[in-house]
């Protein structure tokens, strides 16, 4: 599986960005896709997840302001991100794993390449 990411760049705070993540390959072998994020001196963090059936699950810090969805045809997912803040700022992530129905699975199977976000005050 590859993941294709695009978006990204430097906004000022209240501004808006669009990330998107191109699955392309085996991806019956998938079927949750998500973002984390590593901002300076901080650890990756979980940012968001989309499951095949739907499902979502978001962090708190950026429950609200960020959605992500799925393109109806398309093999890509988005992460559309509002009112962003400084603390936004991070070097974001596509993932995607496998994860049994009922487990509690987090590993990640396949990781996209990392995009900047930057936001200013």
């Known amino acids: 599986v590859q993941l294709q990411v695009s978006g990204g760049g430097l906004v000022q705070a209240g501004e808006s960005l669009r990330l998107s993540c191109a699955a392309s390959?085996?991806?019956?072998?998938?079927?949750?896709i998500g973002w984390y994020r590593q901002g300076p001196g901080k650890q990756r963090e979980l940012v968001a997840t989309?499951?095949?059936?739907?499902?979502?699950n978001y962090a708190d810090s950026v429950k609200g302001r960020f959605t992500i969805s799925r393109h109806s045809t398309e093999n890509t997912v988005y992460l559309q991100m509002n009112g962003l803040k400084p603390e936004d700022t991070a070097v974001y992530y596509c993932?995607?794993?496998?994860?049994?129905?009922?487990?509690?699975?987090?590993?990640?199977?396949?990781w996209g390449q990392g995009t900047q976000v930057t936001v200013s005050s």
């Open positions: 989309l499951s095949a059936n739907n499902d979502t």
């Open positions: 390959g085996s991806i019956f072998k998938i079927n949750v």
């Open positions: 993932a995607a794993a496998y994860i049994p129905y009922g487990s509690t699975r987090t590993d990640v199977d396949y």
